[in-house]
């Protein structure tokens, strides 16, 4: 079959190098125009642009993919089928009724749970044992198209969103492979979604990130891991923005003698301990963080350079998350 394939993120990149070394013929990969990234703001190819010219794939990046000239340029193109991962726009009516064999998405759930537009990071956020992933046909309604095909992978209790994509992207392009080749031989016949059973995401905003320390230690955990690698989980010490990228979970026994303590509060910062914090039920072990214009450290680090102390609190981060440091984390040196 003659195929187009829509996508802008690093994730895409597997399943367009799948299709592209596989028996059908890979017309053009569309992707999203150049955007200014980074500090400086530079005008940047993406992930997806870079692999393209490398692999020597025809690129195109129209400023909308649903703007009425070019759809009529796809026209001419005549493709099969369209597949979609991540691409970052809705696909509209006439956009879908070019190709005879319609569209097909990778969608990173179980579908009918998690549709929309964060499935990785919620399925972290809601403790899920498991999730997958799910070719299915595009319709006008987001996510709500017939199933194709699904794969599940387990989350592992330390896993990030960062680790759950390289799983995604592994097990993914196979399952695309797979549903491609059954709709080329006729084999395969998609089935209804039960939409009484799904479940919704949003987009992950940075208020989204902000650390409720009277949580319970099992939610904060998985926010973290949720959060990272990007954009990061954010709380404040002493009027400064910290980014939590790792944690464990410990139960209240070891902590329980010492009396309550304040959700947010250090409980400990002793060898081999670590930074150890108290949350609405449970406490939570930092193992790396980061404060804002440094880089990533350890847990124990952190309590040396910044002399952190029993009693400290992390408190929610300033409304303005991007504020820049406005003074020295450290307390002024200790007496000997």
């Not at 070019?98 to 759930?109: E, K, T």
């Amino acid at each position: 079959m003659d195929l187009l394939f829509l996508g802008s993120s690093s994730f895409s990149i597997p399943f367009i190098n799948a299709l592209h070394e596989s028996s059908h013929r890979l017309l053009a990969v569309i992707t999203r125009p150049d955007r200014p990234s980074g500090r400086g703001l530079e005008v940047r190819p993406s992930a997806v642009k870079k692999f393209c010219q490398e692999k020597g794939i025809s690129l195109l990046q129209p400023s909308s993919v649903n703007e009425k000239n070019f759809l009529g340029y796809l026209v001419s193109l005549r493709p099969d089928l369209l597949v979609v991962v991540a691409y970052g726009e809705i696909l509209r009516p006439p956009l879908l009724a070019i190709p005879p064999r319609g569209s097909v998405n990778v969608h990173a759930s179980l579908l009918p749970k998690y549709r929309g537009p964060s499935p990785i990071e919620t399925a972290i956020m809601e403790g899920e044992a498991r999730t997958g992933i799910t070719t299915m046909l595009i319709t006008p309604a987001l996510d709500e198209g017939d199933i194709f095909l699904q794969r599940e992978v387990e989350i592992l209790s330390h896993e990030t969103a960062g680790d759950l994509y390289e799983k995604l992207m592994q097990i993914g392009p196979p399952l695309l492979l797979e549903t491609v080749e059954g709709i080329a031989q006729g084999t395969l016949v998609p089935v209804p979604q039960d939409h009484s059973q799904a479940t919704y995401t949003a987009k992950i905003t940075p208020q989204m990130a902000n650390i409720d320390w009277q949580q319970e230690a099992r939610r904060i955990h998985d926010l973290i891991r949720a959060l990272n690698p990007r954009p990061g989980a954010r709380t404040a010490l002493r009027g400064n923005i910290i980014k939590i990228w790792g944690s464990q979970v410990i139960g209240q026994d070891k902590y329980a003698t010492k009396g309550p303590a304040e959700p947010g509060s250090v409980v400990g910062t002793s060898s081999p301990e670590g930074l150890i914090v108290a949350t609405g039920e449970d406490f939570l072990r930092i193992t790396e963080l980061q404060p804002v214009g440094r880089k990533r450290m350890r847990g124990e680090d952190f309590i040396r350079g910044y002399h952190v102390q029993v009693g400290d609190r992390f408190e929610k981060t300033p409304l303005k998350l991007d504020m820049p440091v406005v003074k020295d984390l450290c307390y002024p040196p200790r007496e000997k």
